[in-house]
């Protein structure tokens, strides 16, 4: 298991923009490959260490992350959990990070990816003593960040319309509104209707010139 003792830096690099679809081996031979570590000068996503399990097992019990993740977890659930977050990166199949705040676990980061179609797919929580204070939104723009970085042209997330906060998180990362998929997601209390937000690629680019512009102009 990785110990994700290796210096922050911003991701993998190497990656053309304007790909619609990625090469092949787009994360660089993960097995040979670390799991990034994304900072700002705030927080930092780092992989998942045996140490996290306890942590895990108290987010889990936060009435908000139960009810938007449906699911308790034990201690040896949490280690399962961690152990599988470590397989997907190897297999190319996600990169779940844990997010620190002040060098105690916040929260959580994982991006789905899909390297055939150049997609990931977003999801998130922080512990609410971290409530407010830019975590989540802070990781998901590191995130997204990164995966543009390694080839991936569309970051999509999706939060029930019932859950506001998280329609804030994906407003402050970038990400707009592609639409609502009406009654798609079964919940405790019923289907909800689902916010589908995305993040393009070429978004990016055309903030990032905005702001160059906006340098430009004063
Ligand atoms: C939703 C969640 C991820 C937000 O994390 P966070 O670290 O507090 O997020 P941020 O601080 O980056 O941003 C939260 C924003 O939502 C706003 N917000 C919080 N509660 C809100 C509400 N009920 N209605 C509208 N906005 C709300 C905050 O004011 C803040 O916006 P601001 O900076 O403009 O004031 C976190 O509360 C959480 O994990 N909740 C439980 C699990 C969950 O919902 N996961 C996401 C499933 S899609």
Redesign the pocket.
């Known amino acids: 298991m990785r110990t994700g003792r290796t210096p922050c830096r911003t991701g993998s690099g190497g990656a053309s923009p304007g790909w619609t679809r990625c090469p092949r081996s787009w994360l660089g031979a993960p097995s040979r490959s670390a799991q990034p570590i994304l900072c700002d000068d705030a927080v930092r996503l780092r992989p998942w260490v045996e140490a996290d399990a306890p942590s895990v097992v108290t987010a889990y019990q936060e009435p908000?992350?139960q009810?938007?993740?449906a699911r308790s977890m034990t201690t040896g659930e949490a280690k399962e959990w961690i152990t599988a977050a470590h397989s997907s990166w190897t297999a190319e199949a996600a990169s779940s990070w844990a997010v620190d705040l002040d060098g105690v676990l916040a929260?959580r980061m994982t991006l789905k990816l899909d390297p055939g179609e150049g997609t990931a797919v977003a999801?998130?929580?922080?512990r609410d003593r971290?409530?407010?204070?830019?975590?989540?939104?802070?990781a998901l723009r590191l995130a997204t960040r990164w995966a543009f970085s390694i080839g991936v042209h569309r970051v999509e997330?999706?939060?029930?319309t019932l859950?506001?906060?998280?329609?804030?998180?994906a407003d402050?990362a970038g990400f707009s509104l592609e639409g609502t998929r009406r009654e798609s997601a079964p919940h405790a209390d019923g289907r909800h209707d689902m916010h589908l937000h995305l993040h393009l690629h070429l978004h990016l680019h055309l903030h990032a010139r905005i702001d160059t512009m906006g340098t430009h102009d004063t």
């Open positions: 908000g992350i009810r938007w993740h929260g999801a998130y929580w922080t971290v409530s407010g204070r830019g975590v989540a939104s802070r997330l999706e939060h029930s859950n506001p906060a998280s329609c804030r998180v402050k």
